[in-house]
């Protein structure tokens, strides 16, 4: 039997090997100036260091160009694309069209993960982008179980759904927080690569604290609250579900080794035996509690929300 795929975003080449022990199968990299939301600024030496290291413990690394590109970029794709099949990256991730064209064009043989961040939302879209040449979807963080079951069920690609982390609830390509203090009177540089960590939209109504941070894709705002569900994961694994990212935006490579710990002991205790993993997932969940930072309250997002038409 296949097992579940456990998919990690690492800060720095540094965590790559640690990772790797704690038992993550594949790893996200790249740089903002082609991928969003990433744990950490890798550049093209660190990008081919980290794939390096990766494939010495027989893992994957799958390089993101999932940024949403205008003309001014639309001309450097091919060259990236060439670098990343060269460093030999095991595919690459995209959103936008233009770089399904590049592949075309320049590696036609690169395998692509289709990730648009919120229309993965049903297994005939899926399928389309498979027909077009993607080997994966990453499903909407916005659907419910029933539709991640139903997805997996008629796919003909693989799928991948995040498990853990924080999720992107807004995105603009403008720079709102530099025009915000600007209005002000005030100058606030934007250093690229560097999210402002300590940055925050507090709804006082529902008394919810939004991450905000800019880099080169704009600005982005983030979900109050992480994803979790690692005592929630057995219909999914019998159903094959082929990936389970946990996304370490905004937290530290401790936190994010400790989580890919957990989440591993999950996977494995479930295909040992599900009865197992059913006595002890209370305990998993337990001990993410034990280290999730005090402001980032956890959740199961819309796991078990109701569809609503």
Not at 245 to 253: F, Q, R
């Amino acid at each position: 039997m296949k097992k579940t795929e456990l998919l990690v975003t690492p800060i720095s080449v540094d965590d790559i090997l640690p990772l790797a022990d704690a038992g993550a199968d594949a790893f996200v990299v790249g740089e903002q100036r082609y991928g969003l939301r990433l744990a950490g600024e890798f550049n093209r030496e660190q990008v081919k260091k980290a794939i390096e290291l990766a494939h010495s413990k027989a893992k994957k690394v799958y390089v993101a160009m999932n940024a949403i590109f205008h003309n001014d970029k639309v001309d450097e794709l091919n060259d990236y694309i060439r670098f990343v099949s060269d460093a030999k990256a095991d595919a690459i991730i995209f959103g936008d069209p233009a770089v399904l064209m590049a592949v075309r064009e320049t590696e036609p043989k690169m395998k692509l993960h289709w990730s648009t961040e919120t229309t993965g939302t049903n297994w005939y879209t899926c399928n389309y982008w498979g027909r077009k040449g993607a080997k994966r979807a990453v499903l909407a963080r916005e659907i419910n179980m029933d539709a991640i079951l139903e997805i997996k069920e008629k796919a003909e690609v693989e799928i991948e759904v995040q498990v853990h982390g924080m999720s992107c609830m807004f995105q603009s390509k403008r720079s709102l927080l530099g025009n915000y203090f600007e209005y002000q009177g005030k100058v606030m540089e934007i250093e690229k690569g560097k999210e402002q960590k300590n940055m925050f939209l507090h709804d006082k109504e529902r008394d919810n604290k939004y991450p905000i941070f800019e880099d080169e894709n704009g600005t982005h705002i983030m979900s109050p609250n992480d994803i979790c569900i690692i005592d929630e994961l057995q219909d999914m694994l019998e159903a094959g579900v082929d990936s389970f990212k946990i996304d370490g935006i905004l937290k530290s490579s401790e936190y994010i080794l400790e989580v890919t710990k957990l989440y591993r002991k999950a996977i494995d205790l479930y295909y040992e035996n599900p009865d197992l993993y059913e006595d002890q997932k209370d305990e998993l969940l337990a001990a993410i509690e034990k280290i999730q930072p005090p402001n980032r309250p956890l959740d199961t997002g819309f796991f078990f929300k109701e569809t609503v038409y």
